[in-house]
C-alpha cells in the first residue's frame, strides 16, 4: 500500500499548497533576444504544470551583470516584469503557485552576454578552467564557449549586489509570484563567497565561515525586510561540486551555522540540492538530520527522486516538499501521474536549453495522449 504523504497539504509562506509535490527551478534559456523577457510559450509552459504543489520558477539573472546564458529571462527592467506577470497570471488561473528565484552567476559567465563587453565578476580574479557557458555567438542557436575571466569585486560593489536583490525581489513581487528563492547553490554567486578555496579575499566577506557567508545573509537578510520572511527561500547544495566547486571541508558545521542563521532570519524555506542524487537518499547520513535540527522551516529536498524515494524521504522526516526537476519537462501532469503510478515520459535532451516551443510545450499530458491514441 503507497503512503500518500507526497499528496497531503502543506502551508508555506502563508499559502497552503496542495500538495508536497515541487517544479524544481529549471533554466530552459526561451527569453526574447532583446529585452530578454519571457515569451508567451513560458506562461503555458508554467501554467501546464500549475498542479505542482510549487513551481519555483528558473534562475532569474537580478542585473545585466548576474547572467551567465544567453536567453535566461531576467527580472531587472519593465520589460521583463511585465513578461512575467502573463507567466504568474497564467499559473494563477490554472490554480497554482509560482516564486522564482533570484539567480547571479558570479564567475561563471562571459563578457559577450553583457552589451558593454564587462567580464564576470567573482569573490577574486580566480576563475573557472574548463566550464563552458552558451552565448550567441552571432547566430541563431547559442553555441558553448569557454568562461572568460572574472573580476574581484571591491567591498562596496558586494554591497550593491544586494541592492540588486532587493529590487529583484520587489519586482518579482510586482510582477506577481508568490514568493522568491535565492539562488546559493550549483557553483554561483553565493557559492563561490562560501568556498574557502575561491575566496581568499581579506574584507568581511572572506576568511571565517561567518565572513564567507555574510554577503547571502545580509542579502537574505535585506530581501526579507522588503518582501516578508516567510515568503523568502533559499537554495543549497551542501555536497556539490558543479562548476569546479570543491567538495565543502566541513559541511556539518558550514551549513549548520547557515541554517540556524536562516532560521533566526525567519525565512519560509530551505531548498537542498543533491547534485548526485546519492547522499540525500542515505537514510544514515548525518546531514539532513543535522539541517532539520538547526531550521524548523519548510526544507525541501532535490536529487534524484521518483515517488517511492519521495515519499522515504518524507517519512524519514527529512524534509516537507520533494522537487522534482527533468521528470518535470517531460510530463506537464507529473502530479497526476505519480498519484496514480503512471509511467513517466522521458525528455528529448536536444531540446532542453533551446527549440522554442519544441521539447518545451508539447508534452502532452496523460489525458491528451490518451485522446491522441484513441
Ligand atoms: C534543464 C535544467 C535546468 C536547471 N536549471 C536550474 C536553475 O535554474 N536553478 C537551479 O537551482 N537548478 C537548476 N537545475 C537543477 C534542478 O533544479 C534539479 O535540482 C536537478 O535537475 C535535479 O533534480 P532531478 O533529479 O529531479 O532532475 C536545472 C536542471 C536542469 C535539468
Redesign the pocket.
Known amino acids: 500500500m503507497v503512503s500518500r504523504k507526497l499528496f497531503s497539504r502543506h502551508s508555506l509562506g502563508g499559502q497552503l499548497l496542495p500538495n508536497r509535490v515541487v517544479m524544481?527551478?529549471?533554466?530552459?534559456n526561451r527569453a526574447t533576444d532583446w529585452q530578454l523577457a519571457p515569451r508567451a510559450i513560458t506562461a503555458k509552459y508554467y501554467a501546464q504544470r500549475a498542479s505542482a504543489g510549487l513551481i519555483v520558477a528558473?534562475?532569474t539573472p537580478v542585473s545585466p551583470q548576474a547572467r551567465g546564458c544567453a536567453r535566461t529571462p531576467g527580472i531587472y527592467s519593465v520589460a521583463q516584469v511585465a513578461g512575467w506577470r502573463k507567466v504568474t497570471k497564467a499559473v494563477h488561473h490554472a490554480g497554482g503557485r509560482i516564486y522564482l528565484?533570484l539567480w547571479h552567476v558570479g564567475r561563471v559567465g562571459h563578457c559577450s552576454l553583457r552589451v558593454d563587453g564587462s567580464p564576470p565578476v567573482g569573490p577574486t580574479g580566480i576563475g573557472v578552467r574548463h566550464d563552458r557557458v552558451p552565448i550567441l555567438n552571432g547566430g541563431s542557436e547559442p553555441v558553448m564557449a569557454p568562461c572568460d575571466a572574472p573580476r574581484g569585486l571591491a567591498t562596496e560593489e558586494v554591497r550593491l549586489i544586494v541592492d540588486d536583490f532587493v529590487r529583484a525581489a520587489r519586482n518579482a513581487m510586482a510582477a506577481g509570484f508568490d514568493g522568491v528563492e535565492i539562488?546559493a547553490?550549483?557553483g554561483y554567486l553565493f557559492d563561490q563567497f562560501r568556498c574557502p578555496y575561491i575566496n581568499d579575499r581579506a574584507d568581511e566577506y572572506g576568511g571565517s565561515i561567518a565572513n564567507r557567508w555574510r554577503f547571502l545573509l545580509e542579502t537574505v537578510q535585506a530581501v526579507a525586510a522588503a518582501i516578508g520572511g516567510a515568503r523568502v527561500g533559499v537554495?543549497i547544495s551542501p555536497l556539490g561540486t558543479a562548476h569546479e566547486m570543491l567538495p565543502d571541508p566541513d559541511p556539518l558545521v558550514n551549513y549548520g551555522y547557515l541554517a540556524s542563521r536562516l532560521q533566526r532570519l525567519g525565512i519560509g524555506h530551505l531548498h537542498v540540492?543533491d547534485q548526485e542524487?546519492s547522499w540525500i537518499h542515505d537514510r544514515q547520513g548525518e546531514l539532513l538530520p543535522h539541517l532539520r535540527g538547526c531550521f524548523s522551516g519548510t526544507i525541501i529536498l532535490?536529487?534524484?527522486?521518483d515517488r517511492e524515494r519521495a515519499e522515504a524521504a518524507l517519512r524519514a522526516g527529512h524534509g516537507d516538499l520533494i522537487a522534482?526537476?527533468?521528470?518535470f519537462i517531460a510530463n506537464p501532469d507529473l502530479v497526476q501521474r505519480l498519484r496514480s503510478g503512471a509511467p513517466l515520459a522521458r525528455w528529448n535532451s536536444t531540446t532542453?536549453y533551446k527549440g522554442g516551443a519544441k521539447g518545451y510545450i508539447d508534452y502532452p499530458a496523460l489525458d491528451e495522449a490518451d485522446a491522441k491514441v484513441a
Open positions: 524544481a527551478p529549471m533554466n530552459r528558473e534562475g528565484q539562488h547553490a550549483n537554495r540540492y542524487g532535490c536529487g534524484g527522486f522534482f526537476g527533468k521528470h532542453i
